[in-house]
């Protein structure tokens, strides 16, 4: 579980820096999204990402609103996206 | 001194079926109007419901349903209805009459079609595209049904633009430019394509509407359209015609700040501007209809907009969105919300905000929470706020009987 939870953790890394097109270096877990410039649009184009990949369709919630620093985002997307896969019919 | 302008005919086709009393009885009794999005036509959708309109619109206009898209046959029924009410149809043709009708994305289903026969590499598509699309289709209809010669335009302020319309119109009765203007908004934008437009925003909600509650996860779209006629007292007097309300109040103001994000300092001051150009102080408020969406941020800058412009008046004040029955109908919101707060003022009965299960401490106020009740008060507001940061306030009051 927990191995499985790094992959996610990894790709929602790689798929933030580059739809946001933050600067890798600087990806550090207190860093604000204020100070890496990812707005609104970034996070939407990240969602998008994150459909493209998992397909697992987010919307706008009020935790996602309370979002500070970078490590808290990755937090939350990592616990959507593996709730996101657990909840997905069998294809 | 400008004269008075009074609403004398209100008309509306939404999720709740044809009629203003249709969307009134709905809204009071917390009814919600959703429908399941069908699934041949929106196979890869990921919000699965809408607030859609079920009768057969060419069916009930018949053959003047023709050349017309969706959205400005909505227009045309609601303002059908309007006109009927105001028994007005004899006095609207000529050059003292205004049309003026809010569009967000005009002709949408047309383009819809447009472009899908158009990828499928279609030479024959529809030869009336252009005049279909065109947001002012819908004001142009109307004012060929009635003979409207006067000004005549369409508002396209996003989820404003019925609101700004009916605030134009009545700021044109009170110059003096014209005696009487048909006004308000019309909206059909549920496409597949549109649809996912409004999906990567991430503002709709993947289950319920629930405006101002704690776990609210965004708006649901709907369709419609609303229509009032507004004259001025005068004109309305001379044809022995009561007034539904005054309209009284109309107040705009925009962020000029970000596209999106809304800021309630100018929410504020559409409100206060509203206030002060109806002679109204904030304690003669008694209820007012939110634009409430039920996205995180509206309701949260929404709520300090209102705590701003009303202080310890709010403490008292039943504030309603009525959008989780209807949907948020873009252009057209602003004129149906309008016709739910006149009714709401002529009933004395506040309607309530549906499917609210807690309080957001950011959003502390008397949301009329899942039931409605009866209120007494002589004014009342409606709110509408759009994308690109533009905000309108609209005030009416009782008209004696």
Same mark, same amino acid.
């Given at each position: 579980m927990a191995d499985e939870n790094a992959g996610i953790r990894e790709t929602l890394r790689a798929l933030i820096v580059k739809e946001s097109f933050v600067d890798e270096s600087k990806l550090v877990e207190d860093a604000t999204l204020e100070s890496l410039s990812i707005d609104s649009l970034d996070m939407s184009m990240i969602m998008m990402a994150i459909e493209e990949k998992f397909d697992i369709y987010? @919307? /706008?919630?009020?935790?996602?609103?309370?979002? /500070?620093?970078?490590?808290?985002? /990755?937090?939350?997307?990592?616990?959507?996206? @593996?709730?996101?896969?657990?909840?997905?019919?069998?294809? | 001194m400008a004269a008075r302008v009074a609403i004398t005919g209100m008309g509306a086709i939404s999720a709740a079926g044809n009629g203003?009393?249709?969307?009134w009885r709905a809204a009071r009794d917390g009814s919600p109007?959703?429908?399941q999005l069908d699934e041949t036509r929106f196979p890869r959708a990921r919000i699965k419901h809408a607030a859609l309109i079920r009768e057969d619109i060419t069916q009930l206009l018949g053959d003047a349903a023709t050349k017309?898209?969706?959205?400005?046959?909505?227009?045309?029924?609601?303002?059908?209805?309007?006109?009927e009410q105001a028994d007005a149809e004899a006095r609207l043709a000529g050059m003292k009459t205004a049309v003026i009708v809010g569009s967000g994305l005009g002709g949408a289903e047309t383009i819809n079609r447009l472009t899908d026969a158009h990828s499928a590499g279609?030479?024959?598509?529809?030869?009336?595209?252009?005049? *279909?699309?065109?947001?002012?289709a819908a004001a142009s209809a109307i004012a060929t049904r009635y003979g409207v010669h006067g000004p005549v335009f369409c508002i396209s302020s996003a989820c404003a633009s019925g609101s700004q319309a009916v605030g134009i119109g009545m700021?044109?009765?009170?110059?003096?430019?014209?005696?009487?203007?048909?006004?308000? !908004?019309?909206?059909a934008l549920i496409t597949p394509a549109v649809l996912r437009g409004w999906e990567v925003m991430r503002v709709l909600t993947p289950d319920r509407n629930r405006p101002f509650s704690a776990d609210r996860n965004g708006m649901m779209l709907g369709e419609g359209a609303g229509i009032v006629v507004l004259e001025s007292a005068a004109h309305a007097e001379a044809q022995g015609k009561r007034p539904i309300a005054w309209l009284s109040g109309y107040g705009t103001a925009c962020d000029a700040g970000d596209l999106l994000k809304p800021d309630a300092q100018w929410a504020a001051e559409a409100m206060k501007r509203a206030l002060s150009d109806a002679a109204l102080k904030p304690a003669d408020v008694g209820y007012v209809n939110a634009h409430g969406t039920g996205t995180v941020l509206n309701?949260?800058?929404?709520?300090?907009?209102?705590?701003?412009?009303f202080g310890d008046h709010l403490d008292g004040l039943p504030v309603s969105s009525? *959008?989780?029955?209807? !949907?948020?109908?873009?252009?057209?919101? !602003?004129?149906?919300e309008l016709i739910i707060t006149v009714n709401a003022l002529r009933e004395q009965f506040v309607p309530p905000t549906i499917n609210w299960t807690a309080e957001d401490p950011r959003c502390r106020m008397d949301v009329v929470a899942n039931t409605g009740r009866p209120h007494g008060f002589s004014a009342a507001m409606s709110n509408s706020f759009a994308f690109g940061g533009i905000n309108t306030s609209l005030l009416v009051e009782m008209a004696a009987e």
């Open positions: 987010l @919307s /706008v919630d009020t935790e996602l609103d309370g979002i /500070v620093t970078f490590g808290e985002l /990755v937090a939350l997307l990592e616990k959507k996206v @593996s709730q996101g896969i657990a909840e997905q019919p069998a294809k | 203003a009393q249709a969307l109007c959703i429908s017309l898209d969706r959205f400005a046959q909505l227009a045309l029924l609601a303002a059908r209805e309007a006109v279609e030479v024959r598509v529809d030869p009336l595209t252009v005049p *279909k699309v065109m947001a002012s700021q044109m009765i009170r110059s003096g430019a014209v005696d009487r203007a048909i006004v308000g !908004g019309s909206e309701d949260v800058a929404e709520a300090a907009a209102l705590g701003d412009t009525t *959008k989780p029955v209807h !949907g948020h109908t873009i252009a057209a919101a !602003g004129a149906i």
